[in-house]
Structures are given as C-alpha cells and as structure tokens.
C-alpha cells in the first residue's frame, strides 16, 4: 500500500521558519516527481514546488526565494523548507508525488498525502 504522510505543520508568525516533511512508503519515487501543493478552503489546489528525479526544481513565483524542496532518496522522504512566512501561506500543505509531465497541474499526480496545516498569524 502506498502512502505519503506529511508533518511538521504548525501555527508560526510571520516571518517565521516551518519544515515540513513527507515520508513515503510502499513504493520508490527515487524516478518519480515530487511536489507540494496547498489549498486553502474554497480556493483550488494550488502548485508550491517540485523536484524531479534530477533534482531538478520548480517553484511558484509566491514562494520563490523563500521556500527550498529537497529530497532523500535513501530515506524516500521529501522535504519543503519554508522560510519568511506570510500569512497568506496559510494553507493545507500536501505532498504528492508521480510520473508527471507538467509539474504545477494537481491531475497529473498519482499519489497524495493527507495534507497537514500551516498557519501563519500576523
């Protein structure tokens, strides 16, 4: 059985630091793309980051310069490093992963975690 778990959400202040984590099992994604999205109530799902089997990355332009993705092959873990935290990144943070040929579109993945939650207050 596959399974992606995420942790490491939490409520921060602004301009704090969270390190979220996603640890697979049941399945290698060593070949795989890895990705964090997020949403937030009523809104779509939305593209955070990714990172191809290269180590190739890929970022939305909100989280530019102050979120890194990273990945341990070795451990099947994923990482999102997130620092200078807004409010606005309040959201459901959730890892997915898959054989993905556009990396920002929610449809092209094949697995998901449950998502955990940031909360950024002002």
């Known amino acids: 059985q596959v399974q992606l778990v995420e942790s490491g959400g939490g409520l921060v202040q602004a301009g704090g630091s969270l390190r979220l984590s996603c640890v697979a099992s049941g399945h290698t994604f060593s070949r795989h793309v890895m990705s964090w999205f997020r949403q937030v109530p009523g809104k779509e799902r939305e593209f955070v980051a990714a990172?191809?089997?290269?180590?190739?990355?890929y970022y939305a332009d909100s989280v530019k310069g102050r979120f890194t993705i990273s990945r341990d092959n070795a451990e099947n873990t994923l990482y999102l490093h997130m620092n200078r935290l807004k409010p606005e990144d309040t959201a459901v943070y959730y890892c997915?992963?898959?054989?993905?040929?556009?990396?920002?579109?929610?449809?092209?993945?094949?697995?998901w975690g449950q998502g955990t939650q940031v909360t950024v207050s002002s």
């Open positions: 990172i191809s089997w290269t180590d190739s990355t």
């Open positions: 997915a992963a898959g054989a993905v040929a556009v990396v920002y579109i929610p449809r092209e993945y094949d697995y």
